[in-house]
């Protein structure tokens, strides 16, 4: 996500490296080039030129202190204007009906279904929210069956009538359901439909005005760049909407979307997808995003993964075992499995400070914590709990079970004890702990296959 908008954009700013003041020729000359960065990225051509001429005119009325360096001064005005652009400070759900009401709206493949479980999942983790999901789509075949899977993996109620195409009384019978059985929080899953169709866009609007919903997401594929714009403008033409979901964000998409909607249409951006599994939704940030585009991380965002996944209690049994060198596989598997939670591998390295361009080109494949899991689990557990125990003819035996190799199981008994002694070290130095866990990341390139 956004890689190739944060090379260019650095690339940028090094026109300013070495010059010893602001003039309006240089930053002429960085500014072009910023704005051909964010035009290739799919921004909006007027978005763009808006940007660098905001940028241009607040570089220039500055003066540059004795200890900031023009490019330095550069980064954080574009900083700035970028959080700006994409609504400056994250948006909340408003919720204060009873129940509340979600509309979830958008294009057919956008991913609403998907959405729908994951916000469900989310007020249900965090907002100790007891939602009812509601299927709303009568017309994509498999479409209720596939909320009711949606539902079954995230633990949350799915309201349906198969056979009843009359969406606004599936949506009021739903919303009388959520108040029999004490559901404060109504999900509403609705077909995909173009901003063209009359019919279908009229069916949503009516749905809309008959349940009068707290909130009304338009749920919008990243991937399709400027096309999700101008299908945002459509849809915001015709229901008002209260704010946007950008799904897919994950994949290789240029950003121009995430950049451009917010001014387009006026509305917040409230949630980003990151991936298919049910956590992989984040409330949007634009602060933090603009940190993630100039390569920045955001360290924020992977400590708050890590404390929604991490149980503090744990975490001091952990150390305590980790100080006397006690740690084994089955703390290591524990380790992997929280990980997992947290969201794509190479997504949560990228948000460490300087580790998005080291990694840029390295294939992090999450299938390779599936090998050291199906190792870990051909260990009986004598072996998991003593490791050191495990030699040579056990070893052969481990990487038969696990359909491995000898050598991937060395391997793996290898940075097993490196990654001890490391975490042994990361205990005794605080200040230091995202640094080393950062260079052993780097180091780790070499993974199973």
Known sequence: MFENLSDRLERSFKILK??????????????????RALLDADVNYKVAKTFTDTVKQKALGMNVLTAVKPGQLMVKIVHDELAELMGGTASELHLEGRPAIILMSGLQ??????????????LKAKNRKNPLLVACDVYRPAAIEQLGVVGQ?????VYSEPGNKDVVAIAQNAIREAKAKGNDVVIID??????????????????????KPDETLFVVDSMTGQDAVNTAKEFNDR????????????????????????????????????????????????????????????????VERAQEQFDEKQAKELEKKIRKNQFDFNDFLAQIQQIKKMGNLKDLAAMIPGMGKAIKDIDIDDSVLKNIEAIIYSMTPKERSNPKIINQSRRMRIAKGSGTTLQDVSRLMKQFDQMRSMMKLVTGAPNSKMMQMANAMRQMKGRLR
């Open 18 to 35: 070495g010059e010893g003041k602001i003039t309006e020729i240089n930053v002429a000359e960085t500014l072009k080039d910023v704005r």
């Open 109 to 122: 493949g956008s991913g609403k279904t998907t959405f729908s479980g994951k916000l469900a999942n989310m």
């Open 153 to 157: 993996t995230v633990g949350v109620p």
């Open 190 to 211: 609705t077909a995909g439909r173009l901003a063209v169709d009359e019919q279908m866009m009229d069916e949503i609007a009516t749905l809309k005005e008959a349940v």
């Open 239 to 302: 229901l008002d909407f209260d704010g946007v979901v950008l799904t897919k964000l994950d994949g290789d998409t240029r950003g121009g979307a995430a950049l451009s909607i917010r001014t387009v249409v006026t509305k917040p951006i409230k949630f980003i997808g990151t991936g298919e599994k049910m956590e992989a939704i984040d409330v949007f940030h634009p602060a933090r995003m603009a940190d993630r585009i100039l390569g920045m991380g955001d360290i924020v965002s992977l």
